[in-house]
């Protein structure tokens, strides 16, 4: 069970601007703990594309932000391309579980 | 060459027993918290346990305590989790991911393997 709630799926065209939200709580993001993003191409192994809320690792495109407020995070896609379809995880620690949980996902699909 | 490498996946019957393994290398294993994450068919992930970089100290996620136990050789680079008790749900392809820190349970998994599949037939 997810602590952690995205939308299933967001859609556009190459070239807009995409965002996906991460709905959490009290026991999670609003405890100030940070918040993780991964993309996972189909048949691959997720890969980090944010941490701590807001950085990016060395090779991520700065297409790619993102941002926290009280409960809740997004994830920003600018500039979409054709590669950019995957599915895409955020990830926070929670009180309750003593452990990490990862969003419910959100496929993204370019138009 | 920075890598994990997964292995020991396989089928086996409800009940029964699995150890799984995973190889690193490209990094100094040593320092860092290691994880295994599983994702079941179609699904989305789910973390299932975690362990220092000393090994000292061992996280579980709710649906694996009691059954599962992460345990790592620093000698060898290598982390694994044994699985007993399988059930139909614990089907999945399980990745093994390092942390950004000694420990992990709050920081990003900046390193992932492949995954290795994991079948558990009634």
């Known amino acids: 069970q997810s602590v952690l709630t995205q939308p299933p799926s967001v859609s556009g065209a190459p070239g807009q601007r995409v965002t996906i939200s991460c709905t959490g709580s009290?026991?999670?993001?609003?405890?100030?703990?940070?918040v993780h993003w991964y993309q996972q191409l189909p048949g691959t192994a997720p890969k980090l594309l944010i941490f701590?809320?807001?950085s990016r690792p060395s090779g991520v495109p700065d297409r790619f932000s993102a941002s926290k407020s009280g409960t809740s995070a997004s994830l920003a896609i600018t500039g979409l391309q054709p590669e950019d379809e995957a599915d895409y995880y955020c990830?926070?620690?929670?009180?309750?579980?003593?452990?990490?949980?990862f969003g419910t996902g959100t496929k993204v699909s370019v138009l | 060459q920075v890598e994990l490498v997964e292995s020991g996946g396989g089928v086996v019957q409800s009940g029964r027993s699995l150890r799984l393994s995973c190889a690193a290398s490209?990094?100094?294993?040593?320092?860092?918290?290691m994880h295994w994450v599983r994702q079941a068919p179609g699904k989305g992930l789910e973390w299932v346990a975690g362990?220092?970089?000393?090994?000292?100290?061992?996280f579980y996620g709710d649906s694996v305590k009691g059954r599962f136990t992460i345990s790592r050789d620093n000698s060898r680079y290598t982390v694994y989790v044994e699985m007993n008790n399988l059930r139909a749900e614990d089907t999945a392809v399980y990745h093994c991911?390092?942390?950004?820190?000694?420990?992990?349970?709050?920081?990003?998994?900046?390193?992932w393997g492949q995954g290795t599949v994991v079948t558990v037939s009634s």
């Open positions: 009290s026991s999670n993001i609003g405890a100030s703990y940070g």
């Open positions: 990830q926070s620690y929670d009180i309750g579980l003593s452990g990490p949980s």
């Open positions: 490209g990094f100094n294993f040593r320092s860092y918290g």
């Open positions: 362990i220092s970089y000393d090994g000292n100290n061992k």
């Open positions: 701590a809320d807001t």
């Open positions: 991911a390092k942390s950004r820190d000694y420990i992990g349970l709050r920081e990003a998994f900046d390193m």
